[in-house]
Nanobody
């Protein structure tokens, strides 16, 4: 199963983007915990937010909580990352990751075994 992200692009400071994550085959995300991470030249796979497979328990990075919102649409088999009040320092490659697991894994890269190719987000005027 291949994870696919979309929705990245160029946005001015203060703007918003909504990233999407799904399986390329259209398979259900049911039973999968999903995490959003980002990578910059300075930081390798920084955790943003994770949502559990069953009860939609959510964990956020303390630094990003409040501006970034993770959500799941079961009908569309998609997990979203709504990013608001974007700053130039949010410029990064954003990755979605999945793991088949009942419950809520730690929101760290090594807890997830399926990764997308990433989508680039550039915040610049």
């Amino acid at each position: 199963l291949q994870v696919v992200e979309s929705g990245g692009g160029l946005v001015p400071p203060g703007g918003s983007l909504n990233l999407s994550c799904s399986f390329a085959s259209g398979n259900s995300l049911g039973g999968y915990a999903i995490g959003w991470f980002r990578r910059t030249p300075e930081k390798d796979r920084e955790a943003i937010a994770c949502i559990s497979s069953s009860d939609d328990r959510i964990r956020y990075s303390d630094d990003l909580k409040g501006r970034f919102i993770i959500s799941r649409d079961l009908a569309k088999n998609t997990v979203y990352l709504q990013m608001n009040s974007l700053k130039p320092e949010d410029t990064a490659d954003y990755y979605c990751a999945a793991v088949k697991l009942r419950g809520s894994p730690p929101c760290i890269p090594y807890a997830f075994d399926k990764w997308g190719q990433g989508t680039q987000v550039t915040v610049s005027s």
